[in-house]
C-alpha cells in the first residue's frame, strides 16, 4: 500500500510544473556509506516492494550494483531502498559515515540506490522546501526579507531552466555549487521561509519569456560584468554597468602578494610574455573598469586564467611591484555576472523591494508565475 502510495505521489507531482524535485545528495563525496535518522514525523522504509516498517534509523551500505540496508537488527540487499513520509512535514537527518560528512536535515522523501560506484542518495522534495535550503545556503542567515525573496526568484529560475542537468545521474539537480547550493544545516528561519512563500512560483524571464540563466555571486565590486568576459557567450539580459550599492560591503575589496618569480613563470610559460620583452609593464596593471585581458588584449593572457591560477577572489584586480612581491589590489567576490548578492542585501536594507532589485540587475526582464507557463523544455545547462 505504502508503496502503490509513493508511486502515485512521484507519477502525479512530476509532469506538470516539476513542483517535486529530484535532488542529488552528497554526490560528489562518492559515498558509500550513510546513516538516516528519523529526525520528526514519521517514516516508513520499502525496500524494493518489501514494507520494512517505521524508520527510526539505519545504514546503507553500497554492494555493487545494490545497496545493503542495517535496519531494525537486520541486513538485507535490495536494488533500491524508499523512505517515504507518513506525515507532512516529517524530516530526516542524513550523514555520510564513508567518507564522513556533517549531518544534514532533509524535508520529504529519499530514495537511496547504486550508480555502480557509489550510492546514489536523492531527496524527493518539493521545490519550496528545496528553495528553503538553497536560500538558506547561497544566503546565509540575518538578511533583509526582500533579499530572501530575490534570492528565491533567482534559485527557482535556476530550477526550472537547469532540471535536466543530471540526468545521466538519474536526478535533477545536485547539492553543490556545481548547481546550487542546498546544505541544509537545520538553520531555516521562518523568514527564509515566508520569503519563498511570498514569492511562490515566480520566475525571471527575458522579453522572449525564455527563464533567464539567472547568474548570481557574491560581490560584484563595483562593476556588473557581462557574462562574456566570463564564459565567452552573451545573453541580453546582463549588460556592464556600475553597482554603487556594494562597494562598502565586507568582500568589495582584497589583497594578495604572488612571487614574482611565480607570476612572470606563469605569464612565460603559458602566453611567452617576459620581462625581457616587456619589462616591468608585466607586473603593473590598473583596470578602470572589469576587463577580459591582462594588461592589453594582444597579449592574449585571459583575466580568468590569472584568476583560476592563483585562486583569486575575483578577476578584477590591479597589480603593482613592490621588491619580490606582486601586489594584487583586488575588488569583489566572483564572476561579478548578474545579480550582486552583497548590493541586493543592501538595496534591501535601504528599502528598495525584491522586484526592484531583481530588474537592477537584469536589463529587460519580467517577473511572472511559473504555474502559468509551462518551463519544461527550456532546461539548459552552462557546463
Ligand atoms: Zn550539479
Ligand atoms: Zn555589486
Redesign the pocket.
Known amino acids: 500500500m505504502k508503496l502503490l502510495i509513493f508511486i502515485l505521489f512521484v507519477t502525479v507531482s512530476q509532469p506538470s510544473f516539476a513542483q517535486e524535485l529530484r535532488i542529488g545528495l552528497l554526490y560528489s563525496l562518492k559515498v558509500k556509506r550513510v546513516s538516516i535518522n528519523l529526525h520528526q514525523g514519521n517514516y516508513s522504509v520499502i525496500g524494493d516492494s518489501t514494507d520494512l516498517g517505521k524508520l527510526s534509523s539505519m545504514i546503507v551500505d553500497i554492494t555493487g550494483k545494490n545497496v545493503k540496508v542495517s535496519f531494525n537488527g537486520t541486513y538485507k540487499t535490495f536494488e533500491k531502498i524508499i523512505v517515504i513520509q507518513d506525515t507532512v512535514n516529517s524530516a530526516l537527518n542524513v550523514k555520510a559515515l564513508s567518507p564522513t560528512s556533517k549531518q544534514h536535515y532533509y524535508r520529504d522523501n529519499l530514495e537511496i540506490s547504486s550508480d555502480g560506484s557509489r550510492l546514489r542518495v536523492v531527496n524527493l522534495v518539493d521545490m519550496d522546501n528545496y528553495l528553503s535550503g538553497v536560500v538558506e545556503s547561497e544566503g546565509g542567515g540575518g538578511r533583509h526579507i526582500e533579499y530572501y525573496k530575490v534570492q528565491a526568484l533567482m534559485s527557482r529560475t535556476y530550477a526550472l531552466k537547469n532540471e535536466h542537468r543530471h540526468k545521466k545521474d538519474g536526478f535533477q539537480l545536485c547539492d553543490g555549487v556545481h548547481c546550487q547550493a542546498y546544505h541544509n544545516m537545520l538553520r531555516h528561519t521562518p523568514k527564509i521561509m515566508n520569503a519563498v512563500k511570498a514569492t511562490v512560483g515566480k520566475v525571471l524571464v527575458d522579453q522572449s519569456n525564455y527563464l533567464v540563466a539567472s547568474y548570481f555571486s557574491a ?4 562593476q ?1 560584468c557581462d557574462a562574456a568576459h566570463v564564459w565567452n557567450t552573451s545573453v541580453s539580459y546582463v549588460e556592464t554597468f556600475i ?1 554603487t ?3 562598502y560591503t565586507p568582500q568589495a575589496t582584497w589583497t594578495k602578494s604572488i612571487d614574482k618569480s611565480k607570476w612572470e613563470s606563469f605569464l612565460k610559460t603559458n602566453y611567452g610574455v617576459t620581462e625581457e620583452k616587456y619589462g616591468d609593464k608585466i607586473y603593473n596593471f590598473k583596470q578602470q573598469q572589469r576587463s577580459a585581458f591582462y594588461i592589453h588584449p594582444s597579449l592574449g593572457v585571459p583575466m580568468r586564467d590569472l584568476r583560476v591560477k592563483f585562486y583569486l577572489k575575483s578577476t578584477y584586480f590591479d597589480t603593482c611591484l613592490e621588491g619580490s612581491q606582486v601586489v594584487l589590489n583586488g575588488r ?1 567576490f566572483g564572476h ?1 555576472v548578474g545579480l ?1 548578492q ?2 541586493a542585501m543592501n538595496m534591501a536594507k535601504l528599502g528598495y523591494d525584491y522586484t526592484q532589485i531583481a530588474r537592477f540587475y537584469f536589463y529587460n526582464v519580467d517577473i511572472i508565475d511559473s504555474n502559468q507557463n509551462n518551463f519544461f523544455d527550456q532546461g539548459v545547462s552552462l557546463e
Open positions: 560581490n560584484c565590486g563595483g556588473i553597482d550599492f556594494c562597494i569583489g561579478g550582486c552583497e548590493g
